[in-house]
């Protein structure tokens, strides 16, 4: 059974305990209600329930709008309205009219998927895997690879797809003759290294956003808990506990209200990058 913290600071000891994967799953820890070494990590379990959400609502969802069906039901409809949203303001403009049919299906598993694992955090007694650096690196480097293997059989070669990272300059006067091929080289190479930096911002704009929203969530609520362990030890007056108490309930509410809305808008901000990034390898500017 694990112990009580007796000092109101202990309870705030390490605020990303509550976000970090592991083998042991709590549920109330000081009742001694707690799974421990786990055969697969808890991040694990809690990937494999969101892709059994994916796989038992929105597969289906999918299948009825390639069909032309119409859906029956409210749920029904917002799952296929959010699926319309990604096909008709995502993946048409940003990768076209003639090559987005080939991605939707990424785009839509992307989606689903990430906003899915997101808002088990919400869920009691569950959690965000997307809080770990290490899934979201791994989603960012299955985009990586379809954005440049892509790019690549779009451009017809490798050697053709390294020449779009490439800028030419206009060389009218003797000091651009100079300056062009050594500005043009640092561009090019700068353009090489913005193409692993994408990937690493896909991954850590999704775990941080998701990481700081779930320990903004347990700071709050542990505010009462540092509350009482004061009153407790006569370090505070028991009439601060309720108010304490009601605000910290009443702003977790707000909170938790935001974070459903940032679940869902984290998941579109990072299918809306990639599809861009697929949109810019196909279609290169220069």
Same mark, same amino acid.
């Given at each position: 059974?694990? *112990?009580?913290? &007796?000092?109101p600071l202990?309870?705030?000891?390490?605020p990303?305990?509550?976000?970090?994967?592991?083998?042991?799953?709590?549920?109330?820890?000081?009742?001694g209600?707690e799974?421990?070494h786990?055969?697969?990590?808890?991040?694990? +379990?809690f990937q494999t329930?969101?892709f059994l959400?994916v796989?038992?609502v929105?597969?289906?969802?999918c299948r009825?709008?390639?069909r032309?069906?119409?859906?029956?039901?409210?749920f029904a409809h917002f %799952?296929?309205?959010?699926l319309?949203f990604i096909r008709?303001?995502?993946?048409?403009p940003?990768?076209?009219? *003639?090559?987005y049919?080939?991605? !939707?299906p990424l785009?839509?598993t992307?989606? %689903?998927? +990430?906003a899915? #694992?997101?808002?088990?955090?919400? %869920?009691?007694?569950?959690g965000?895997?997307t809080a770990?650096?290490a $899934?979201?690196?791994?989603?960012a480097?299955? $985009?990586?690879?379809?954005? @440049?293997y892509n790019?690549?059989?779009?451009? *017809?070669? /490798?050697?053709?797809?390294?020449? &779009?990272?490439?800028?030419k300059?206009?060389?009218e006067?003797k000091? !651009?003759?100079?300056?062009?091929?050594v500005?043009? /080289?640092?561009v090019?190479?700068l353009?090489?290294?913005t193409?692993f +930096?994408?990937?690493i =911002?896909?991954? =850590?704009r999704?775990f941080a956003? #998701?990481l700081?929203g779930h320990?903004?969530?347990?700071v709050? #609520?542990? /505010?009462? $808990?540092m $509350?009482?362990?004061? %009153?407790?030890?006569n370090?505070l007056?028991?009439?601060l506990?309720w108010p304490?108490?009601?605000?910290s309930?009443?702003?977790?509410?707000?909170?938790?209200?935001?974070?459903?809305f940032?679940?869902?808008?984290q998941a579109?901000v /990072?299918v809306?990058?990639?599809?861009?990034?697929?949109?810019?390898a196909? @279609?290169p500017? *220069?």
């Amino acid at each position: 059974m694990a *112990h009580a913290p &007796t000092n109101p600071l202990d309870a705030l000891k390490d605020p990303f305990e509550h976000s970090a994967d592991g083998y042991d799953w709590s549920f109330f820890p000081t009742a001694g209600l707690e799974i421990s070494h786990l055969p697969v990590s808890r991040f694990v +379990i809690f990937q494999t329930i969101a892709f059994l959400i994916v796989l038992a609502v929105f597969v289906p969802a999918c299948r009825r709008i390639a069909r032309g069906d119409v859906p029956k039901g409210r749920f029904a409809h917002f %799952v296929e309205a959010l699926l319309l949203f990604i096909r008709d303001e995502v993946a048409i403009p940003t990768i076209g009219e *003639h090559d987005y049919r080939r991605f !939707l299906p990424l785009l839509w598993t992307l989606f %689903v998927f +990430i906003a899915t #694992m997101n808002l088990l955090g919400m %869920v009691p007694f569950l959690g965000s895997p997307t809080a770990s650096i290490a $899934v979201t690196a791994v989603l960012a480097t299955v $985009v990586f690879f379809v954005i @440049h293997y892509n790019g690549i059989k779009a451009n *017809h070669g /490798f050697g053709n797809y390294i020449k &779009t990272f490439r800028v030419k300059l206009d060389r009218e006067g003797k000091l !651009l003759q100079i300056l062009a091929p050594v500005i043009e /080289f640092g561009v090019f190479w700068l353009e090489i290294m913005t193409a692993f +930096i994408r990937a690493i =911002v896909l991954a =850590v704009r999704l775990f941080a956003n #998701m990481l700081a929203g779930h320990t903004t969530l347990f700071v709050v #609520m542990t /505010f009462i $808990v540092m $509350v009482g362990i004061a %009153v407790e030890q006569n370090l505070l007056t028991g009439y601060l506990f309720w108010p304490v108490t009601v605000v910290s309930v009443t702003t977790l509410v707000a909170l938790s209200l935001l974070e459903l809305f940032v679940a869902l808008l984290q998941a579109f901000v /990072f299918v809306f990058l990639t599809a861009t990034f697929i949109g810019m390898a196909l @279609h290169p500017e *220069h």
